[in-house]
């Protein structure tokens, strides 16, 4: 077996560029969304998009509660499989909370549509949407960001919490992937 490659990736968006938008972000949603909303974070490519969103909620003078839902869509690859499926649950009570999701990218809007299912058969009482990256290309349906970071073509990307088969997560940027460069086959 050949040593494992992972493929290049072109950056795209710099972490400070990312940075700057966060902040930004988060005062447009300061100043439409109550000071105590319930965020909710979809996992696992949520994560480090949120951890920078909610430090800049704080220095816009928001003061969320945080909780977290696991939910898969993807296998090993960059296609999605179509289902999405619940890894893990919410842990609080969101019955009459207005609730923030925040995921890393929307793309045919299932997983977000599925986590704003569950929330409303939790009594949820409105459910808004922030996602950093936009990639309207392949959508179905009706989910649509209410807040959105950047709007990216419709290639696979990856950093900043965005994963190929579990990798470039750790990245500082976001970036494409460089086709027919690697040899990583999940
Ligand atoms: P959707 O359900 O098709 O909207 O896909 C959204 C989910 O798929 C996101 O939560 C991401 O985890 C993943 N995803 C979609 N596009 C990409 C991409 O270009 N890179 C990495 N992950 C992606
Ligand atoms: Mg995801």
């Known amino acids: 077996m050949a040593p494992r490659e992972l493929p290049r990736v072109r950056p795209l968006f710099g972490a400070e560029e990312i940075a700057a ?14 000071r105590d909303v319930l965020v ?15 430090r800049a909620f704080h220095r816009a003078g928001m003061r969320p509660q945080i909780d977290f ?12 499989s179509g289902q999405v499926a619940i ?24 997983t977000v549509a599925a986590a704003r299912r569950l929330l409303l058969e939790r009594g949820a009482r409105s459910v808004k949407l922030c996602v950093l990256l ?14 959105c970071g ?13 994963d190929y088969a579990h990798f470039f997560r750790d990245l500082p ?10 040899n990583h086959r999940g």
């Not at 839902?69 to 999605?80: H, R, V």
């Not at 950047?150 to 900043?160: C, N």
């Not at 940027?173 to 690697?182: A, F, V």
């Open 134 to 147: 936009d990639k309207p290309g392949k959508r179905k349906g009706a989910s649509e960001a209410d807040f």
């Open 150 to 162: 950047f709007t990216v073509p419709d290639r696979f990307v990856v950093g900043y919490g965005l």
């Open 69 to 80: 839902i696991t939910l898969a869509s993807y296998g090993e690859g960059a296609e999605s």
């Open 40 to 54: 909710v974070i979809i996992l696992k490519g949520g994560f480090v998009f949120a951890a920078d969103l909610i």
């Open 173 to 182: 940027y976001i970036g494409t992937i460089e086709e027919g460069t690697g």
């Open 21 to 34: 938008r966060i902040e930004g972000l988060a005062g447009e949603i300061a100043a439409e969304l109550p």
């Open 87 to 110: 890894k893990r649950g919410l842990g609080d009570d969101v019955h009459g909370r207005d609730v923030l999701l925040v995921d890393d990218i929307l793309e045919t809007g299932r």
